[in-house]
């Protein structure tokens, strides 16, 4: 038999073989949602409830240990500032959208208000007030070691588009490990930074997509979030959190220049 004819007799039994080897092959890239034993670095969210106005120095001292800790720990720390009315003391950075997220934190943990007030990854932890900038970085500093060799089992890939004057933003989650996941939701903050020093996360607007009732390991889902009115400025983020509705535990957090 000619060698031309002998080997389109046997090709289809020869990509057989290929096909069920090649589904065989463990995927051992940790690097694939589709692997088991998938996962990303932990991205830790420090959001903190803050109020500036009226010289009110315990916020100014609380945010000057939150920029220490951003200068060194850089983008594995994503960081907000909630500004908000506190008693008397009116702010006018604040947002109704901030107040309506700190009382959902404060009936989380059944606890009194006040500023200044910082929540990492959630109302998991919580650090009130700061008696000097050097004590509160000391205790957000411990509360936030453990977090920074964590791992994540969610990866968020944003993508943002600016057209017709409004901004598109929307997101494709997957869900890593071997684990299912279930109750979730997106928070979306966007933040503006004003100044150096007491307002460089200020937060602009906070949105929330959907409920996601389940993801399966490796699944992943594209969330479209409502078009967004807002003005070009190259000093405003989008930051985009994998959020528990039932306990409001931040999972994964990304933060992304706002086109």
Do not use: W
Not at 24 to 47: F, G, H, V
Not at 124 to 143: F, N, V
Not at 163 to 186: C, M, T
Not at 224 to 250: C, E, G, T, W
Request: charge should be negative; hydrophobic fraction near 40%.
């Amino acid at each position: 038999m000619p060698l031309s004819r002998s080997i389109f007799k046997y090709a289809p039994l020869f990509l057989f073989f290929v096909l069920t080897a090649c589904k065989d092959i463990d995927r051992d890239n940790i690097l694939d949602p589709k692997n088991p034993d998938s996962y990303r670095a932990l991205t830790t969210m420090i959001e903190a409830f803050v109020n500036t106005e009226n010289d009110q120095f315990y916020n100014q001292d609380m945010i000057a240990a939150l920029n220490s800790i951003k200068e060194q720990h850089g983008d594995k720390v994503v960081i907000a500032h909630f500004h908000r009315h506190a008693g008397t003391f009116m702010d006018s950075l604040s947002g109704q959208e901030n107040e309506i997220l700190y009382e959902k934190y404060i009936d989380q943990i059944d606890s009194e208000k006040g500023v200044p007030d910082v929540f990492i990854n959630g109302p998991d932890i919580r650090i009130k007030g700061a008696s000097s900038a050097q004590a509160a970085l000391q205790r957000i500093e411990a509360q936030l070691q453990p977090l920074l060799i964590e791992n994540s089992y969610f990866t968020i890939e944003p993508s943002l588009k600016r057209e017709n004057g409004s901004v598109q933003i929307s997101v494709k989650l997957a869900r890593l490990g071997s684990q299912a996941a279930e109750d979730l939701f997106l928070r979306l903050v966007i933040t503006e930074k004003l100044d150096n020093t007491y307002r460089s996360h200020v937060v602009r607007r906070v949105e929330v997509s959907n409920l996601i009732p389940e993801m399966e390991p490796g699944e992943r889902k594209t969330i479209a979030f409502s078009d967004l009115n807002i003005y070009r400025n190259p000093d405003l983020k989008a930051i985009i959190m994998v959020v528990s509705n039932q306990n409001l535990h931040i999972f994964q957090t990304i933060e992304v220049p706002l086109p």
